[in-house]
């Protein structure tokens, strides 16, 4: 995959001005906030009895990127980048999906935030994977939290999650 790297961050170009648009920057890192959002995600049990699983992967994430909103700069790829609010609390009610496709991917998975037009909610997994998950289905966007940014900001087509034949 051929990217731009003219910008002074690990992310291309496009990705790098949506973040830093959004408040991002290098180095960017509050904790006290991500623990806050563990300790309310680990608190939480649905009606079920389905409870959140947290890990270093997440809070990592929530650390870096927690709180942010994000509108790419420049057209999509293939598809319109949709605005995204890097908040796991909209997760918040969604253990049990979390829960069940985790264990279909043999992971366990946490909400990272949303898609804020469509409601697609956006996950991580223990090894810092990132999904989303809509009414249409179930997506992978990347290896790590900075390749499923890029997928998200640049419009490329995530690749669908299917069951195995």
């Known amino acids: 995959m051929h990217t731009d790297r003219t910008s002074t961050t690990r992310f291309a170009v496009p990705v790098d001005a949506a973040l830093r648009t959004a408040g991002w920057t290098p180095g960017r890192w509050d904790i006290k906030q991500a623990e806050i959002w563990a300790d309310t995600?680990?608190?939480?049990?649905?009606?079920?009895?389905?409870?959140?699983?947290?890990?270093?992967?997440?809070?990592?994430?929530?650390?870096?990127?927690?709180?942010?909103?994000?509108?790419?700069?420049?057209?999509?790829?293939?598809?319109?980048?949709?605005?995204?609010?890097?908040?796991?609390?909209?997760?918040?009610?969604?253990?049990?999906?979390?829960?069940?496709l985790g264990r279909a991917l043999d992971t366990q998975l946490s909400p990272l935030g949303e898609e804020t037009d469509s409601r697609a909610l956006l996950a991580i997994d223990a090894e810092g994977r990132t999904y989303a998950l809509d009414h249409t289905g179930d997506w992978y966007l990347g290896a790590t939290i900075d390749q499923g940014l890029t997928t998200l900001l640049t419009g490329m087509t995530p690749v669908r999650l299917t069951t195995a034949a």
Request: glycine letters at 12%; aromatic letters at 4%.
């Open 41 to 100: 995600l680990r608190e939480h049990t649905t009606p079920g009895g389905h409870r959140h699983a947290v890990f270093p992967a997440a809070v990592e994430a929530w650390a870096e990127f927690g709180g942010l909103r994000l509108t790419a700069q420049e057209p999509g790829r293939q598809l319109t980048p949709p605005p995204l609010h890097l908040d796991p609390l909209h997760g918040l009610h969604l253990a049990r999906t979390l829960g069940d």
